[in-house]
């Protein structure tokens, strides 16, 4: 598996895993709760998602990829679900982290 992102309107918004880029867009396309969560969180003060603009998966950054794998490590604490672990790439309404991560 690898390491994706979320994009809307060039903002990277979430890391997840998949095991290819059309995989990660198919799941971008039909994840129900993540598109919910994302017209409901907050993130300086508004919407993350608006409804309407593309959601765009694109392969993680060396960074991004760092980010994701140092969250998911502390969420999954040895699990075997640590691929399914989503990772807020900014600042949301909801945000209970203690990492550094921006």
Known sequence: MQTYVAEIDGRAIFAFRADDVACAQAWLDI???????LETVHSDGRRIWNGQAQIIAR????AE???WSKLSDEVAEGDEIED???VW????SGDRRTSDAP
Do not use: K
């Not at 790439?89 to 949301?92: A, Q």
């Open 84 to 86: 399914a672990i989503t």
């Open 59 to 62: 392969q993680a950054t060396s």
């Open 31 to 37: 994840h129900a709760v993540m598109r919910h969560a």
């Open 89 to 92: 790439l900014i600042p949301t």
């Open 65 to 67: 990829a760092n980010i």
